[in-house]
């Protein structure tokens, strides 16, 4: 029985570190990771490419001198965004990914884009210069069922926007049902990434025995159906689909309340769960396909050189359950279950 494996620094491509005192307290638990593709959804939002840089500036500031964590920084595509900044920050290596939030789907999403033809210049310059672009894929029609969005994103918004700008490379952010699952594989030049917690809830945990607001995140989670659809396509070994966790700190305050905020926290303990998940899914030899090659791959750029090991030992990894962060506290994501996996870095 396998009890280690040894795999390329694992990346994480959608990740939350906030600012401020938040991203003082949060940085470091991201440490294992060789590069993340760092979310610009700030109060106020990233915007412009010295944006950008400032915020990559302030996350560098923020990590301890042992964390080699490289922030891949990315800009929040608004309707006034201008081609020009967006091509010049992608030129000068500043920005390697452009995020698109339907207005109002979101955590910090007000700013994000409500008329799509409005953006198709600044699209069409980044399928020209070979920039990513980022989907938080729910539409927000609020007539259409929170378990529906993200199935009617893709037949309403992406899959236009990929029919009028075909050489755009895109990635369906956190997909969390079998139709963002079946979509990225009947398409090329598309990728997808799947987070830590979609593999391990389903939308009963939201409700089991109560409300349980640190399983809330956007895209909800959803039936059992999806979950193990999601399972079979992160552990597939297919390069379309990567590691990106979402790992999304709130206050405990913002979480546990009458209208409690969407995210989970799962940078602390993301690598233990994801080798538990392989391992049930008898399929620990794709683990590093899906943490450390798929991702680099679809952005162009080398794995990490380095290795970390994990090992299942007989007593269970510790991690905190709650870590401070200056006056307030943020919880981490409870998978339900010991993690024997114990990451053990450099291997
Ligand atoms: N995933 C979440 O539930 N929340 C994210 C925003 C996002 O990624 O949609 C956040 O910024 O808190
Ligand atoms: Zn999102
Ligand atoms: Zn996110």
Known sequence: MTTS?????????????????????????????????????????????????AYRDRIQAALPGKVTLRPLMTLYLTEATDPADVVAAHAQGIISAVKLYPAGATTNSASGVRDFDKVRPVLDAMAEAGIPLLFHGEVTDPSVDIFDREAVFI???????????????????????????????????????????????????????????????????????????????????????????????????????????????????????LAQVFEEEGALEQLEAFTSLNGAAFYGIAPNEDRIRLVRRDTPAEYPTHIPAGDETVTVFDPGFPLYWHVEDPA
Not at 26 to 51: C, D, E, K, W, Y
């Open 155 to 273: 037949d309403r918004v992406l899959d236009p926007i990929r029919r009028a700008t075909p050489g755009l490379r895109v990635v369906m952010e956190h997909i969390t049902t079998s139709d963002g699952v079946d979509y990225v594989l009947g398409n090329e030049s598309i990728g997808a990434t799947i987070t830590t917690h979609h593999l391990i809830i389903n939308r009963n945990h939201i409700l089991a025995g109560g409300i349980r607001p640190h399983y809330y995140c956007l895209p909800v989670a959803k039936r059992e159906t999806h979950r193990l659809a999601l399972r079979k396509a992160a552990t597939s070994g297919d390069g379309r689909f990567f590691l990106g966790t979402d790992s999304a700190p709130h206050p405990d305050r913002a979480k546990e309340s009458a209208c409690g905020c969407a995210g989970c926290f799962t940078a602390p303990n993301t690598m233990s769960i």
């Open 5 to 53: 494996v040894t795999i390329r620094r694992p990346d994480d491509w959608h990740l939350h570190l906030r600012d401020g005192a938040m991203l003082q307290a949060v940085a470091s638990f991201s440490g294992h990771f060789g590069r993340a593709i760092i979310m610009p959804n700030l109060v106020p939002p990233v915007v412009t490419g010295a944006q950008a840089a």
